[in-house]
């Protein structure tokens, strides 16, 4: 059987303590059990997620949804009332670019 060798930038030399309340405590453990994590995985995964999220490519993509979803409103206001095929378009793929919001 062949072993990995983990390299020094990925080896987890580091240790942080955190104080909680014993009620956080038993909702990470429970969350952690769910999706079959140490409460330790559990909590540096989601650390790990909440330092993504702040990244300037995530500003980026949500400077862009807004200016489609602005550029989208524009263009459904200058439909006439008889444009409604493409009226119909328009909300289903706005409904597309708000999915996108909740990711």
């Given at each position: 059987?062949?072993?990995?060798?983990?390299?020094?930038s990925n080896?987890?030399?580091?240790?942080i303590t955190?104080?909680?309340?014993?009620?956080?405590?038993?909702?990470?453990?429970?969350?952690?059990?769910?999706?079959?994590?140490?409460?330790?995985?559990?909590?540096?995964?989601?650390?790990?997620?909440?330092?993504?999220?702040?990244?300037?490519?995530?500003?980026?993509?949500?400077?862009?949804?807004?200016?489609?979803?602005?550029?989208?409103?524009?263009?459904?206001?200058?439909?006439?009332?008889?444009?409604?095929?493409?009226?119909?378009?328009?909300?289903?793929?706005?409904?597309?670019?708000?999915?996108?919001?909740?990711?």
């Amino acid at each position: 059987m062949l072993r990995r060798r983990m390299s020094e930038s990925n080896k987890q030399t580091e240790k942080i303590t955190i104080r909680c309340t014993p009620e956080l405590k038993k909702r990470i453990e429970s969350k952690a059990k769910q999706f079959g994590q140490r409460p330790s995985e559990f909590v540096r995964d989601q650390a790990e997620t909440g330092l993504q999220r702040k990244t300037k490519w995530d500003r980026k993509k949500v400077a862009a949804l807004v200016e489609n979803q602005e550029n989208l409103n524009r263009m459904f206001e200058s439909l006439n009332s008889d444009q409604n095929d493409l009226k119909e378009k328009l909300i289903e793929y706005s409904e597309g670019e708000l999915a996108l919001w909740e990711h």
